[in-house]
């Protein structure tokens, strides 16, 4: 995992952090790093404070300490010595490098007309390291798919924070886009459009927009577009088959997915919720799922293995399912007739 | 015979540290000037392109005139060595190290190296005032350069020769 973003680190911090334990190596996802603060470092299973020798400790007092001038080196390196490129970035608070690996940053702000404009006196950094997981929704993918429209059906991806949401949605993208349905009926089906709409461009990770993960051949990104309008902008110009977003939640996005699935396109989105009871209790899941915008939910949960473990459930599986399953089929064929 | 070729060598020698003299006079305010435009150039990359700043660097070099270009194409070279150093230093080491071949002096090179701890590390704007405010300061340095080029320029000139004779006349 460290090997990945070696390029991106000061040769000191990297050559520390090479001398950890290569078991950890493997694991480390986020890489802390804080002006005269101690070097940190998190796997799935806790985190710890690396010293200078590359041992790993539960508490500071021997950890090595990144000075200053390594949190210069360090934002250069990942800026390319100019910060001012990275504006937009800065106001969202976070860098995306090549390889999809996201860098969020804090420090001193500085403030336009109340609202800020971007990060001053950056001291602190963490390191998150993307990871792409071709296939991880082969096992899931066969599910899902629509016999009659030869794609796949509307659907719901929920789990807690951090179960792989993001990278499952990803993996989806590519398999409908390149035709890798997994499916025997499925066999002479052609990849779709898809649309991705990558508000915090962790789906595909785009760098000057163009994706660094492997999205499929036939997928668009709109990349840092606000979910609402960018589902609006890709219908209006790309004529997706299936559109993708990540981690939907506010009113606007709800009416963006319900014009689209009217459109007869497949919404693909993830949200954050512990199962399909639960994201019931979010007004505006509940509103999507009433009214039929999506056919199908899984529930994703990490496996200890490192796998991801899934559940596929007919979206219309509660109380009123089949109130919610009749303007499904209605709106969905309208749209398409 | 051998004297008088002593006395012409002597002459030839005063003359040509004469002029060379006044040419530092002559090329000072131009190299500061060339500095100028590339800072200029650099505040368009930056302000209008959103230039990666090795880019906008190297694109500026390649429109200037030696020496100046000399010191920009410095930088990206250290830049692009890989061995750590921030664009600060960089900046610093090219400038120190190409300042000798220049005809400039030392007042140019402070302005130019406290605009090189700011380049890259902030937002559009701030590296904008920045690079107007090197300007105005190198703008300075030029005025200053003018009037020693009118002052001392034709003055080295013929104190070249002047002296010489002196010294040859002193020797016969």
């Given at each position: 995992m460290l090997s990945r973003v070696a390029n991106l680190l000061p040769s000191e911090l990297h050559s520390i952090l090479g001398r950890i334990p290569d078991r950890v190596k493997e694991a480390v996802e986020e890489i802390r790093i804080r002006e005269g603060k101690p070097l940190e470092i998190s796997t799935s299973e806790g985190f710890w404070f690396v010293s200078e020798s590359g041992s790993l400790h539960s508490s500071p007092d021997e950890a090595y300490k990144p000075s200053v001038e390594i949190c210069r080196k360090l934002l250069e390196k990942v800026t390319n010595h100019s910060l001012y490129t990275m504006e937009e970035e800065l106001r969202r608070g976070y860098i995306t490098v090549a390889g999809g690996h996201r860098i969020g940053i804090a420090g001193r702000t500085v403030?336009?007309?109340?609202?800020?404009?971007?990060?001053?006196?950056?001291?602190?950094?963490?390191l998150r390291i993307a990871r792409e997981v071709?296939?991880?929704?082969?096992s899931i993918l066969p599910h899902l798919l629509d016999m009659s429209r030869r794609s796949i059906l509307p659907a719901l991806i929920i789990g807690p924070p951090q179960q792989g949401k993001t990278t499952f949605v990803r993996d989806l993208a590519r398999a409908v886009s390149s035709g890798a349905w997994g499916h025997p009926a499925a066999a002479g089906w052609t990849g779709r459009?898809?649309?991705?709409?990558d508000e915090r461009s962790e789906i595909a990770a785009c760098v000057r927009g163009v994706p660094t993960f492997n999205v499929g051949p036939r997928t668009d990104v709109m990349d840092a577009c606000p979910k609402a309008e960018g589902m609006i902008m890709m219908l209006r110009s790309m004529s997706p088959d299936v559109i993708i977003v990540d981690e939907i939640g506010r009113e606007e996005d709800a009416d963006a997915i319900l014009d689209a699935s009217h459109a007869g396109v497949s919404v693909i989105a993830t949200a954050h919720a512990k199962d399909l009871e639960d994201a019931r209790g979010r007004p505006v899941l509940r509103r999507l799922l009433d009214e039929g915008a999506f056919q199908l939910c899984v529930?994703?949960?990490?496996?200890?293995?490192?796998?991801?473990?899934?559940?596929?459930l007919p979206a219309a599986a509660s109380k009123r399912a089949p109130t919610a399953r009749e303007p499904t089929a209605t709106k969905g064929g309208g749209a398409f007739g | 015979m051998v004297k008088l070729i002593g006395a012409a060598l002597i002459l030839f020698a005063g003359t040509m540290i004469g002029f060379m003299q006044a040419s530092?006079?002559?090329?000072?305010?131009?190299?500061?000037?060339q500095l100028g435009y590339a800072l200029q150039r650099l505040e368009t990359e930056i302000g209008f392109g959103f230039t990666p700043l090795p880019e906008a660097i190297s694109r500026c070099a390649a429109h200037l005139a030696e020496p100046a270009a000399a010191l920009l194409r410095g930088v990206n070279e250290r830049l692009g060595e890989g061995n750590e150093l921030t664009f600060?230093?960089?900046?610093?080491?090219?400038?120190?190290?190409?300042?000798?071949?220049?005809?400039?002096?030392?007042?140019?090179?402070?302005?130019?190296?406290?605009?090189g701890a700011t380049l890259g590390i902030s937002d559009r704007e701030d590296q904008i005032k920045h690079l107007r405010l090197a300007m105005q300061?190198?703008?300075?340095?030029?005025?200053?350069a003018r009037d020693d080029q009118a002052r001392y320029e034709k003055m080295w000139k013929s104190l070249g020769v002047l002296i010489a004779a002196l010294v040859v006349i002193l020797i016969v």
């Open positions: 403030l336009e007309n109340g609202s800020v404009r971007g990060i001053r006196d950056v001291a602190a950094f963490n071709v296939g991880a929704s082969a459009k898809v649309g991705i709409v529930e994703l949960r990490r496996a200890q293995t490192g796998g991801l473990l899934s559940r596929v | 530092r006079y002559a090329a000072r305010p131009r190299q500061i000037r600060r230093e960089c900046w610093e080491r090219s400038i120190t190290a190409n300042w000798p071949v220049t005809a400039m002096k030392a007042a140019e090179q402070s302005a130019l190296i406290r605009l300061q190198l703008k300075a340095e030029e005025d200053a």
